[in-house]
């Protein structure tokens, strides 16, 4: 059997033979993963660079709560290891060993001890192994590419349907609690299920707080009021444009809100282009044609990263919550 060298060659290698849109896993980021999470946060504990302590706890507090979080110990995340220092590392994301250790693996141990070294080291030198083989650091390397990694599946697919709305948003509601929302998500109802709610899940999961009607409003709520209520909690609107939306009398009156504030100085318009065209998007408004929106086509995935890049912007919240290779 060829051996595997998992480095960057051998995964664009199989991102490429499988078809997929990223080379790179799209959601390697503290906020989208547990695992890529768990990951980097041990690393910073180990000697690596670590995650400032205020948003490391702040991230383990939120995904211990998780339904992705793992739930035993054979599922967990580990770096075990003697008194000279870490020498294996258990359930790792693929994405983390390699910015660390130049490897896409989920399981990597080192020779333990001088002798064991030693001993690698003759059998490479009498099989001529090359210098970049990684068997001259690693007793046992196990590769992994990130569509094989057991989040991927259940990240990839419909799954924030299922998950339950976050805590932050109802909390929220009566709007004379203080609570500020990042976005708020103007939309169509007829966009909910193909878009809009996979979109507010995935914008949650990167850390923001996101003001979306079914999280927000319960029975009896005065729509409009809340609406209003929402609008000014708001950092920033995110509009979702459709057919639909263009049809609809409620999101042109957002929109109304959402330019007053603009003409004010501030950007807090974030367009969406959900199966429309710059042309319909002109006949609609030519004053949102004229914004760069983001193409639904590239994904829910990419688009909330490119939200939260332009919120981030803002410097309300920190670097590490986009990933730039999904981009």
Known sequence: MKRIVPDFAWYLAES????LKSPRCPFASVHACPRYYQSLSLLGKSGCTAIPKDEDDALKTRWEKHPLRPATGDQETGIFGG???????????????????????TYL??????????????LLQKEGASPDDPRWNWCSVVPQHYVECPLYSTLSHDWPKLLPPPTAAPSAASGSSGVRFDVFISHASEDKDDFVRP?????????????????TLTLGDSLRQKIDEGLLASDFGILVLSKDFFAKPWPKAELGGLFAREMAGHKVILPVWHNVTHGQVVQFSPMLADKLGAPTNEGVEIVANKIYEAVRQSARLPAIGIDSKAN
Do not use: M, Q
């Open 16 to 19: 490429t033979r499988l078809g």
């Open 83 to 105: 008194s000279d220092g870490p020498n294996g590392y258990h359930n790792f994301c693929p994405e983390v060993a390699y910015d660390t250790f130049r490897l896409f693996a």
């Open 109 to 122: 141990g080192r020779h333990v001890g001088e002798i064991d070294r030693d001993f690698a080291a003759t």
């Open 199 to 215: 979109l507010a899940a995935a914008l949650t999961l990167l850390g923001l707080k996101v003001w979306y009607d079914e999280w």
